[in-house]
Nanobody, 125 residues
Framework: QVQLLESGGGLVQAGGSVRLSCAAS????????TGWFRQAPGKEHEFVGN????????YYSDSVKGRFTISRDNAKKIVYLQMNSLNVEDTAIYLC??????????????????WGQGTQVTVSS
């Protein structure tokens, strides 16, 4: 059974930083591209960024580019989302997702095969 488990969320002040982790099990992690999405109250999933199987190719949404960084450790089966210079608009549930592909540029949540439950990030002003 595939499981993606996010952690690291919490309350942070505007301008601060948080690092999220997503631990994977039940799948050959190195054969899956992974992505991060977020969902604010009353809104649909918003693409944050993704990373290919090797950690080489990364894509980010314009709203987080230059502030957020995705990385992965295939040996540990973990993907990370480092978030810097946070603002209140970044408040959301952050979810990681995996796709049965080595590489993906997709920003569409429907293209991802496995999902975690998410972790809440709240940015206070």
């Amino acid at each position: 059974q595939v499981q993606l488990l996010e952690s690291g969320g919490g309350l942070v002040q505007a301008g601060g930083s948080v690092r999220l982790s997503c631990a994977a099990s039940g799948l050959t992690f190195s054969q899956h591209a992974t992505g991060w999405f977020r969902q604010a109250p009353g809104k649909e999933h918003e693409f944050v960024g993704n990373i290919d199987w090797s950690g080489t190719a990364k894509y980010y949404s314009d709203s987080v580019k230059g502030r957020f960084t995705i990385s992965r450790d295939n040996a540990k089966k973990i993907v990370y989302l480092q978030m810097n210079s946070l603002n209140v608009e970044d408040t959301a549930i952050y979810l990681c997702a995996a796709r049965r592909a080595y590489v993906t540029t997709s920003q569409d949540a429907r293209d991802y095969d496995y999902w975690g439950q998410g972790t809440q990030v709240t940015v206070s002003s």
